[in-house]
C-alpha cells in the first residue's frame, strides 16, 4: 500500500537510479507523447471499468491511470505540491 506522494517518491528514485527492468524508466524512455497516448488509454479503461466492471477491477485501472499522471509529471519535471495548488 502506498499514497500518491509515496508513489512519486518512489518513481523520482527510479529516475534517478535506472534500474534495470523499471517500467518508470521503460516509460520516461519512451518519451512525453508515447506516456501522452498511455493516459488516454488508461483514462478509457477507468470508464469502462466504471460502467461494466468490478471496484476492484476499477480501482487497479485507476491506479495505472495514477501511475501515468505521474510519469507525465516527472518527464516535465513537476511536483506533487504544483498540483495540490489548484485541488
Ligand atoms: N503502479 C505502477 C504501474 N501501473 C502501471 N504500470 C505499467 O503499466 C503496465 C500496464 O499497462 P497496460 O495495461 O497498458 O499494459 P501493457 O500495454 O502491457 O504495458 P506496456 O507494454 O505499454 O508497458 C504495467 O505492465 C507496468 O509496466 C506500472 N508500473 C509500475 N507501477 C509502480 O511503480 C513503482 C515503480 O515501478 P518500477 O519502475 O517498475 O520499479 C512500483 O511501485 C510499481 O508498483
Redesign the pocket.
Known sequence: M?TFDE?FA??QE?ARAR?A???????LDAGVHAQGK?VL??AG?VWIAAEHESDEQLAEEI??L???V?VIMLERGLSPQDVYRYL
Do not use: N, W
Not at 21 to 27: D, R
Open positions: 502506498k508513489l518512489e518513481l527510479r534500474p527492468g523499471s517500467s518508470t524508466v521503460a516509460a498511455k488509454e488508461e479503461e491506479s495505472q495514477l501511475f501515468r505521474q
